[in-house]
């Protein structure tokens, strides 16, 4: 079962990223850039998984107790996983909303900020000086080191913005 799973894993990444890489082929050589980088290791390691699967390497360093389950902790509450759990997956969630509805320039340095003073109950100074090294860093990189275009989030598309 274990290795079917896996399988379908790296199946499922393969085709995921070899997607990627094909689509942005024919794209700019700046809009390609990102997605190649990145699109190419994936698809090479997802294929070495496959075939690790495949040839059986991964049931036999198991038979010979080479690999062992990961496990994080056992002694944390059910309940107390779930709900970190799902503050995590809320800030993911709220950070993909801000993206759409705002636009990356907006959503990068605001998601940054409400983290640290939301959830790393961290102080109103160093909150806004992290948050505008952030933003400095993306800004500088992507938009005038990579000059990379990031589209208008809805609401300003709503505005007429």
């Known amino acids: ?91 993911i969630a709220g950070f993909f909303a801000a993206i759409v509805l705002l636009g990356f320039p907006i959503a990068v340095p605001l998601f940054v900020f409400l983290y640290l003073k939301l959830e790393g109950r961290e102080g109103w100074i160093f909150s806004a000086v992290f948050t505008a090294v952030v933003w400095v860093f993306f800004y500088g990189l992507f938009d005038r080191l990579l000059h990379l275009p990031f589209p208008q989030g809805w609401v300003a598309s709503w505005l007429g913005f």
Do not use: C
């Open 1 to 91: 079962m274990h290795s079917k799973a896996s399988l379908a894993l790296a199946l499922g990444i393969m085709g995921v990223s070899g997607y990627a890489v094909i689509a942005a082929w024919a794209w700019p050589w700046k809009a390609s850039l990102f997605p190649l980088v990145i699109g190419i290791p994936v698809f090479v390691l997802s294929t070495a998984d496959a075939l690790w699967v495949l040839l059986g390497r991964g049931a036999q360093a198991t038979e010979r107790g080479e690999i062992k389950d990961f496990q994080i902790a056992q002694d944390v509450p059910e309940r107390v996983a779930l709900g970190r759990t799902a503050n995590a997956t809320g800030w």
